[in-house]
Structures are given as C-alpha cells and as structure tokens.
C-alpha cells in the first residue's frame, strides 16, 4: 500500500498512535504500529524476534513496514530486497496462546487448512 508521508496517514493506517519497532536483521526497516496496541487489547499480530530468531516481544494490531534507512531521518519505500525479505519473514501467520501467564507463539504451517 502507499501512505502519504505524513504523521496522520501513518496514524490512520494502525489506528492510533504510531510506535516505531526496529527489529534486529531488520534490512534498514522499521514496523509502524499502534503504540497503545496491547492496552487497548487489541489482538496479537506477528512475534518480534532477536538476532537468534528467540521472540522477545510482539506487535498487537495493524501495523506496516517502510523503509529506514540508518543514514536518514525519513521513512521510506521498500526496496525489492527489503520487500523479498518482509515477505519471506512475515509469509506464515501467528498464533497466540496464553498458558499460565505466558505467550506461546505457534505459526501456522497451512494457513487454508
């Protein structure tokens, strides 16, 4: 999708406040996500992982992926490469379990099944 390059069309696409995630191995990303996201309840999205592929947290709602590149102060488009690598890395859904008070993050192999 493309968004204007403002604060409020960031905002209109996650439906609040935007919060700015960098994930490690992330190709010059960022994940735009609602900032309150987990306090207004909304659903669990995708697992953020660490440079082992061990979660450490997760995204809870819309979010979106741009361009961020270490050398400026603005978001951009994605790269083909960047692009490649976000869908390889989000191509399976998530899902969340809580047991006793901890998260479980399952992927789902068959996501027609």
């Known amino acids: 999708m493309e968004l204007e390059d403002s604060l409020a069309s960031m905002q209109r ?12 191995g992330g190709r ?13 309840g909304l659903p669990l999205n995708r697992a953020l992982r660490d440079e082992n592929g061990e979660i450490y947290d997760a995204i809870a709602g819309t979010f979106f992926i741009c361009g961020a ?17 976000w869908l390889r890395r ?15 993050c399952v992927p789902v192999e068959d996501p027609g099944a």
Do not use: R
């Open 13 to 24: 696409a996650v439906g609040g406040l935007i919060q700015v995630v960098y994930e490690p």
């Open 28 to 40: 010059d990303a960022a994940l735009i996500c609602n900032d309150e996201g987990k306090l207004l």
């Open 69 to 85: 590149p270490a050398d400026s102060e603005n978001f951009t488009s994605l790269t083909d490469e960047q692009i490649d690598y």
């Open 90 to 104: 989000l191509a399976k859904p998530e899902f969340f379990v809580n047991v006793n008070g901890q998260i479980i």
